[in-house]
């Protein structure tokens, strides 16, 4: 499966963006798909994670009752929705898949990535 990841851009404090990880070579219901991001200066963190089944999501603590994962399987493309979003959630966003993952929160247990699409937070 090859990952397409875009969606990002300049946003003021407080408002809302839409990232979309796209799928090509493969059906991404297959997959776990996660969520992650990497700040400058910072490591790679896990934001949040859809299972392949659908039914299961993970977030991080920054991303819970902000972030939303969600999956349209007729577009083979896994969304995140990010609200009131602030300046400590500038980074790169990466998506990256598992193939029948249950959606986790480990990077090195995902097998294919994403180029990562930028978020930058205006204060």
């Known amino acids: 499966v090859q990952l397409q990841a875009f969606g990002g851009g300049l946003v003021q404090a407080g408002g809302s963006l839409r990232l979309s990880c796209e799928a090509s070579?493969?059906?991404?219901?297959?997959?776990?798909i996660g969520w992650f991001r990497q700040a400058p200066g910072k490591e790679r963190e896990f934001v949040a994670a859809?299972?392949?089944?659908?039914?299961?999501?993970q977030y991080s603590d920054s991303a819970k009752g902000r972030f939303t994962i969600s999956r349209d399987n007729a577009k083979n493309a896994v969304y995140l929705r990010m609200n009131i979003l602030t300046p400590e959630d500038t980074a790169v966003y990466y998506c990256?898949?598992?193939?029948?993952?249950?959606?986790?929160?480990?990077?090195?247990?995902?097998?294919?990535w994403g180029q990562g699409t930028l978020v930058t937070v205006s204060s």
């Open positions: 070579g493969s059906t991404v219901s297959s997959y776990a």
């Open positions: 990256a898949a598992d193939w029948h993952g249950l959606g986790h929160s480990i990077d090195r247990g995902y097998d294919y």
């Open positions: 859809l299972s392949w089944t659908g039914d299961n999501t």
